[in-house]
Structures are given as structure tokens and as C-alpha cells.
């Protein structure tokens, strides 16, 4: 279980953290901390599980990328885990998972992202994907209409970080 500081951290790095050169030497001004104690303490809480996830949420159309679309397969279950390492290392594809079939209306069990500056170039790069399985595998490019927010995961809740805020500053 994590105590008041590393609920902090949570909190203050939930969000995102900040755009800077050292982000982290920002977080540790905030919370007291040095940057080394910051970066060692995220360490720690990815370790023993309390963060299961530390990434990057990039907003792609801002930066050009407007044809995006989720490319949904159908693979061999016996060859989905090697396909789908294949497609995640491939240049275009941002994100790459497996999901159970939902058999008969849905027979995909591998997804990816792939993101372009046109329709045109996420095809092609659907095509090298499809020809790098060597196989007759089915697939649907969706495309995506517009854009939803995109968040990372949140551990500590408002709720949560209000109280211990609370806490901290009468005790």
C-alpha cells in the first residue's frame, strides 16, 4: 500500500508530466522531494505493482497524423502472439493487441493502429503489414472520424488526492 508521498507522486504525475527538459526535477520541487527521489520512488512503485503501466499519450493530429485507423485481423490463434509482435515493431503501428473473437459477428483477434498523413499511406502500410505474415489472413481497416480524449491510467482519485492534500497541510 502506498503512503501519503507516494500518493502525491501518483497524483502529481497521473496526468502527464510536465513538457520540460527535466520533468522530474519539476515533480520533486512540488512535493519536496530531490529528482533522484522522485525517479527512484517511481522505480519502486512500477515494481511492486502499484503503477502497472508508465507510457506516453501522444496526440497524433496535431502533429499531421489524421488518417488513423484500427487495423482488426483475423490470425491463426497458434501464430497470433509471433504476427503480433511482428506488427508492433513495424514502423506506423503505434499499438498492437490481442482480444478474444465474438464469433460469428466478429472473427478478429489481433488489432493495431496504424497512423498516417493520409488514407493512402496507412493502406500501404496495411498492405506490408498483410504480406509480412505470409499468410491469407482477413482484416478490416477502420478509420478513424474523429478524435476521443486520450488519458493515461489514473490510480489516485480527485477525491483521494483533496484528503491527503487536506492531511498534509494540517498535519
Known amino acids: 500500500m502506498a503512503c501519503v508521498i507516494e500518493n502525491r507522486l501518483i497524483a502529481a504525475i497521473q496526468d502527464g508530466l ?11 520541487g512540488q512535493l519536496g522531494l530531490t529528482e533522484q527521489e522522485v525517479i527512484e520512488r517511481i522505480q519502486d512503485l512500477i515494481e511492486d505493482g502499484t503503477i502497472n503501466r508508465f507510457g ?12 488513423n485507423a484500427m487495423v482488426v485481423w483475423d490470425i491463426p490463434d497458434d501464430e497470433v ?28 483477434n489481433l488489432f493495431c493502429m496504424v497512423h498516417g498523413k493520409d488514407r493512402a499511406c496507412v493502406r500501404d502500410d496495411v498492405d ?39 492531511a498534509a497541510a494540517s498535519g
Do not use: N
Open 56 to 67: 506516453v499519450v501522444v496526440h497524433h493530429r496535431p502533429l499531421g497524423f489524421t488518417a
Open 81 to 108: 502472439d509471433a504476427v503480433g509482435e511482428r506488427f508492433a515493431s513495424s514502423p506506423g503501428v503505434t499499438l498492437c493487441y490481442r482480444r478474444p473473437r465474438r464469433r460469428p459477428e466478429w472473427p478478429y
Open 18 to 28: 510536465p513538457i520540460a527538459p527535466r520533468p522530474y526535477s519539476i515533480i520533486a
Open 128 to 166: 506490408r503489414l498483410a504480406h509480412s505474415c505470409d499468410m491469407d489472413a482477413s482484416y478490416a481497416i477502420l478509420f478513424s472520424t474523429r478524435a476521443f480524449k486520450q488519458r493515461g491510467a489514473h490510480y489516485v482519485s480527485a477525491p483521494e488526492r483533496i484528503d491527503e492534500a487536506t
